[in-house]
């Protein structure tokens, strides 16, 4: 009996990226010889299953109905399939046409939850993500904010890793990966956490110095941003040996909440040595601040001599000369 293909020939089937297909090829003779040729042009058969290099593998596998089962679908995988059925009195053919439509985004190392950093290093948050089309990466900051591609303190990278630079004790948090296409979108969370560090001011650890200006009767600020973690105490000692500890609110001196010490309507009297102190369980720091002030510049004036005026009473006579004779007016 003559070789005979049962299915619609020119037929359309769509698989998702990374699935399995099964293109039937139902034979109603007995013992033909079936094989499939794939959109590359490799012929394949139950005693040849391999890929373009020549390597068997199970991608491809025929079952003895001759049905072609296809494995780990992608985009190289798109084309014409095309079955062929043959015995000693003929043989026949089936075309099927796969297309590899829209895949959800897939997001790899989902697991990775939590990343820790020193201060002052840079943070590296993974979000590679699969999908067709290629998905879109967004991140989210621990405020909810959506970060920008390229900014001072951030950088997303092509491959959608989030690079935080300089990290510092705000930027601890969940961050929020989403990759987001045609299909559908994936989301992966991270905490960002800062590892326990001693205290430090304005950047620097241990003892430091500096020195500041003021005008009268203007506000002044000396600057003393302690970072550390655990968060450090903080406080201030003036010439007088006051001691402020933040926050501070009295007079003209307030302490804000970063440690930093505003004097309000600074006067002459407030010049001296001011020290910022930020301490925690693993160490300490210092900032000794010289401040010193100077007095408003007073505007330029004319002084004028004491000069007493008096009324004229008669008639003023002024000389005056005419061709060399002399008059009075």
């Known amino acids: 009996m003559e070789t005979k293909l049962i299915g619609a020939a020119g037929r359309i089937q769509t698989a998702l990226e990374g699935s399995k297909v099964r293109l039937e090829c139902s034979v109603i003779t007995s013992n033909p010889e079936v094989f499939w040729s794939l959109p590359d042009g490799t012929l394949i058969n ?39 059925a043959k015995n000693k009195l003929g043989k026949d053919e089936r075309k099927v046409s796969v297309k590899v439509g829209p895949n959800a985004p897939k997001i790899k190392l989902k697991s990775q939850f939590l990343m820790r950093v020193k201060f002052g290093e840079s ?14 990466i967004t991140w989210i900051s621990p405020r909810s904010d959506v970060i920008p591609m390229s900014s001072e ?25 989403v990759a987001r ?8 969370n991270m905490k960002l956490e800062v590892e326990p560090e001693e205290p ?11 020195k500041v200006w003021g005008v ?16 450090p105490r903080v406080w201030w000692v003036t010439p007088y040996g006051h001691s402020l ?18 004097i309000r309507g600074v006067r002459k009297t407030d010049e001296g040595r001011y020290v910022c102190l930020a301490k925690n369980h693993l160490g300490e720091a210092s900032l000794l601040v010289q401040l010193d002030v100077a007095s408003l510049a007073e505007k330029p004036s004319f002084a004028f001599p004491n ?14 000369e005419i061709n060399g004779v002399l008059s009075v007016l």
Request: with cysteine.
């Open 46 to 84: 139950n005693g040849l299953q391999s890929d373009d290099s020549g390597i068997r593998n199970r991608r491809y596998i025929i079952f003895g109905n001759g049905t072609l089962l296809l494995q780990q679908m992608g985009k190289k995988d798109e084309g014409d399939y095309t079955c062929y």
């Open 123 to 136: 943070a590296t948050l993974s979000c590679q993500a699969t999908g067709e089309p290629i998905p879109r």
């Open 153 to 177: 303190r951030f950088q997303i990278m092509d491959d959608g890793t989030l690079v935080v630079k300089k990290v510092r004790l705000a930027d601890e948090g969940k961050y929020t990966c």
């Open 181 to 188: 296409n045609s299909a559908g979108d994936d989301v992966k």
């Open 200 to 210: 430090f001011i304005n950047g620097m650890k241990g003892k430091s110095t500096g």
């Open 216 to 231: 009268s009767y203007q506000a002044v600020l000396l600057d003393c941003r302690a970072e550390g973690k655990p968060e």
């Open 245 to 262: 500890s933040a926050p501070y609110l009295g007079g003209r001196f307030q302490v804000h909440q970063n440690g930093s010490l505003e």
């Open 307 to 320: 000069i007493e005026i008096l009324a004229i009473k008669k008639k003023l006579k002024v000389p005056y």
